[in-house]
């Protein structure tokens, strides 16, 4: 299931202030032995993993809601869009869904 777009905005910031506070604690830190080194090497690439996966999911949602938008959009206009003699109210429609999808 998708996430929505404000859960996938939290985790991506959830995300960013882990890897964060990760930099500023091994600032402090004293050099350690190689192994301690590869360690927090590793720990570090896994939490930049874990934000690019964040930036994924935000923008799977987004997609997602921006889809479920089209669909509504559709849905509720194609029977005046199929009607022949409404060739102004075309021009309506497409304004609206122009002024639409400017904002998503």
């Known amino acids: 299931m998708t996430k929505t777009v404000k859960q996938a905005e939290v985790d991506l910031t959830a995300a960013n202030a882990a890897y964060l506070e990760e930099l500023r604690q091994d600032s402090e830190r004293s ?21 690019a996966q ?10 997602h809601q921006h889809q479920l938008m089209v669909s509504a ?10 009607d022949p ?18 904002s998503v």
């Open 31 to 51: 050099e350690g032995s190689g192994a301690q080194e590869r360690r927090r090497e590793e720990h570090q690439q896994l939490l930049r993993d874990r934000i």
């Open 85 to 102: 003699a409404s060739d102004e109210m075309k021009a309506t429609w497409i304004a609206a869904w122009t002024a639409a999808t400017a």
């Open 54 to 63: 964040c930036e994924r999911d935000l923008a799977d949602a987004k997609s």
């Open 73 to 82: 959009f559709e849905a509720k206009y194609q029977r005046d869009w199929n």
